[in-house]
């Protein structure tokens, strides 16, 4: 009955995420792993094999429609500018957070590079939700921070992807499949969704799903990490969603519904928070190395592209959450690092989805 228990509180947690989300304004990710942290040091509930997998698959899901969440025309109109900023914003933090975690909090190289990777990202959920609310999304502003994001999440997928891949005839034929599957898929899509379109038994999310599920197989089967394919995949079927907005929307409930809670409620279920207490300076200093990395590398390119609104865009470039709970997660599924690192990592992951964002949203916000 152990199962059946886990599944009731998990769903009861997500339900209750949802509706505190809406109350308090926050975005469902951040409060489903609050809930998570409390279920997991306060409740006792702990994950379970199926648990990891369906939250291994929603990691991938994630990174997927990140990818087809992007605007390709938007992307190419600020092709030069963004790919400079987002640039900075990977790098900066990425090689910051990594030296101190090697030379000052004393980790050994793995888990410095998985610190490093997990607080280099902004989070395209928060971003993607600010801009929509102000809204910004449609404004060169917007367009600039969402063509940037997306360049700063590729470079974290494929830091995460470069550094903990394994050569082998598994990796090559993993390459290989990849590489058809993102050239096939947005071929096939046009005559799959004229075809079979519009279904109550949905083919296309199946048919998405089933390529997923692929990339998860071959990853596995080379040791590596299906992230930066399924982030590619999903910009090269951007295109299709754009034209089928009514099934992006409906392929946007079946994961939000179903399969992320799982990721982000077990995510928090991992935070020891009495490890975060032993550690807070430590966790602290995580935080304010990545912010300040952010501030460092993203501000003086922001200020010669969007001289006005600066401190915004770095501000929300300085965000963090989805590809962050996905490094982390992997680096302790893996063994990379342990449950205190994971802890303090995603702890301070938390507080860069929320902190930048509200001194964003209240202090320089652009006026449009």
Known sequence: MEDQWIALAVSALALLASVVSVELGLSIAIVEIILGVIAGNVLGLHSTPWIDFLASFAGILLTFLAGAEVDLSLMREKARESIIIGLASFLTPFLAVLAFCYYIAGWNLQASLIGGITLSETSVAVVYAVLVETGLTRTPIGKMIMSSTFATNFGTAAALSLFFTQPSLWMLAFVLFSATLIVVMPRLQPWFFQRYGNRVTEPEIKGAFAALFALMFFAGMAKSLAVLPALLLGLAVARIFVKHREEQARFRVVAFTLLTPFFFIKSGMGISLSDVWANLGLMLALFVVKLGAKIGGVLPQARRYVRGDAMYTTLLLGTGLTFG?????????????????????????????????????????PKY
């Open 325 to 365: 709970n996905i490094a982390a997660l992997w680096g302790l599924n893996a063994g990379i690092i342990n449950s205190t690192q994971f802890s303090l990592l995603v702890t301070a992951v938390i507080l860069s989805a929320v902190i930048p964002a509200i001194i964003a949203q209240r202090h320089f916000e």
